[in-house]
């Protein structure tokens, strides 16, 4: 019996103890219990949303950039295909130079060996028979005739052979523009589609504003593909 009391006051003092050492100082005021459960929790800001016309416009811009960019990739294409046929152009004119040269320097030793056999023919010339004189004249008459065929060929295909380079120069030229063009724009739509990005892409909105969006643009391509067809010649 003695030690059951032990035991009982024992747990006592214990539960005492840890009641001081949860409320050391002071004991705690009913009242401040009271306000804090009452007090309501602090609410969240509400997230601002963008309004339909700032979302429409983050949307026509978004698609704007990608119309843009399918655009300039089309013409990026059409710019490297253009750019193969003017190096195979260049190429062409660069073999045809090659050719026209090589003529040219034939011509020009033709032309030495019919001077220099026409002046051999004109020191032996009193000495020939005038069937053999007839004979190298009209040799000499038909080759000079061929060279003077030759030469005026080859002039009139130098002619020709510049216009085309002239021509190779001016598309050159116009390709090189291009391409520029083609820079200018890929850096100005790429600077747009930055500007979306801190414009439009952190910030929220209301999913029916996009629907009620997409909802209307449909009608405005429908209407448009029905003006479209009413508009067309009849077959």
């Known amino acids: 019996m003695k030690r059951s ?10 539960a005492a103890q840890a009641q001081v050492t949860n409320a050391p100082n002071a004991k705690a005021d009913p009242k ?31 698609e704007a950039n990608d119309q843009e960019a399918v655009a300039i990739n089309a013409d990026m294409k059409a710019y490297k295909l253009n750019s193969e046929g003017l190096k195979t152009e260049h190429d062409r004119l660069e073999a045809a130079t090659v ?10 030793a033709e032309y030495d060996a019919i001077v220099k056999e026409n002046e051999e023919f004109k020191a032996a010339a009193p000495k020939m028979e005038k069937a053999d004189f007839e ?33 190779l120069g001016t598309n050159i030229d116009k390709n090189n523009v291009t391409f520029k063009s083609l820079e200018d724009r890929r850096d100005a739509q790429l600077d747009k589609v930055d500007d979306w990005k801190a414009q439009c892409s952190k910030k929220k909105y209301d999913e029916n504003d996009e629907i009620a969006i997409n909802k209307e643009r449909a009608a405005k391509a429908k209407a ?6 009413a508009s067309a010649p009849a077959k």
């Open 99 to 108: 050719s026209l040269n090589a003529r040219t320097a034939a011509a020009k």
């Open 224 to 229: 448009a593909a029905a003006a479209a067809a």
């Open 135 to 167: 004979a190298k004249k009209k040799e000499l008459t038909d080759r000079g005739a061929a060279f003077e065929a030759a030469r005026d060929k080859i002039v009139a295909d130098s002619k020709q052979l510049n216009a085309e380079k002239d021509a």
């Open 32 to 62: 401040s219990k009271q306000a804090a459960a009452a007090a309501p929790a602090a609410a969240k800001p509400k997230e601002k949303l963008m309004t339909r016309d700032e979302l429409r416009a983050c949307m026509d811009q978004r």
């Open 5 to 14: 009391l032990l035991l009982l006051a024992a747990f006592a003092l214990t």
